[in-house]
């Protein structure tokens, strides 16, 4: 069994769904400490032909919380949604594939999560259901009960009890763990490089590495699950 394990990203970028769609089971990292400036709460989208900063107004968010502490700010989001999916209908309401990735948004920020674990693991799922990904997802601190470890000895420790053999991390962990260490633990570790994806937007300049969002506005689901597939393993 192939296995993974990342934070809770809002409509992450297409790299993230290759991750997923690389694994047999993929583990949501939700009680580890939440990352200021990072993209649990935010993400870009195309408005006007360049990329805009969205950010999911939060409550009290500490680098000292963890990240299924982090509550939504209930007297700002509910404001925050209306115009950020006004933003979304005016920027994408020309796209091909608008009415149905604008119904998933929708459903997604209607949800009645109250943290934003919850929002950006429901914002993941609804996209795999939407591409069809059937890899199986579950939560760090619903399951595991290790949050007393840290690091490379919290991940093979979730390896050893799911009993997996491979284990695939984002590239950015080259620098953090040693093909060797997990070697000697019985566990094959590949760190995963998305190569490069471009599709039609409205103009010809192409601007990478959007949200999600972008991708599921202009593409059908069998494409994007093609996107999925454009990586390498290393």
């Given amino acids: 069994m192939k296995l993974a394990i990342m934070q809770p990203y809002l409509f992450p970028y297409i790299g993230y769904f290759q991750l997923i769609n690389a ?9 580890v400490n939440f990352i ?8 870009n989208i195309l408005v006007q ?10 409550e009290n968010a500490s680098s000292f919380a963890k990240i299924n502490e ?11 949604k209306v115009k950020f999916l006004r933003t979304v209908e005016q ?15 929708q459903l997604v920020f209607d949800s009645e999560d109250q943290d934003i674990s919850k929002l950006a693991t429901t914002s993941i799922i609804e996209v795999c259901r939407y591409l069809d990904i059937t890899t199986q997802i579950v939560k ?41 260490y997990f070697n000697e633990e019985g566990i094959q570790l590949n760190f995963i490089k998305s190569l490069p994806v471009t599709y039609q937007q409205f103009t ?31």
């Avoid at 200021?36 to 993400?43: L, P, T, V």
């Avoid at 032909?49 to 939060?58: I, M, N, Q, R, S």
């Fill in 140 to 180: 760090t601190s619903s399951i595991y009960g290790n949050d007393f470890l840290s690091g490379k000895e919290r991940v093979i420790d979730i390896c050893k009890i799911e009993d997996t053999g491979h284990y695939i991390n984002p590239i950015g962990g080259v620098d953090l763990y040693n093909k060797d």
């Fill in 36 to 43: 200021k400036q990072g993209w649990i709460n935010r993400n």
């Fill in 70 to 80: 982090i509550e939504l700010h209930q007297k700002l989001y509910q404001n925050w």
């Fill in 49 to 58: 032909g360049k990329a805009l900063l969205f950010t999911v107004p939060l």
């Fill in 91 to 105: 920027s994408y309401k020309k796209a091909p594939f608008f009415d149905k990735v604008f119904n998933l948004i």
């Fill in 23 to 31: 694994v047999d089971k993929f583990v949501v990292y939700d009680d």
């Fill in 204 to 234: 010809e300049e192409f601007i990478p590495w959007l949200s999600i969002i972008d991708i599921l506005m202009f593409n059908q689901p069998t494409e994007i699950l093609e996107m999925t597939k454009k990586y390498e393993l290393v």
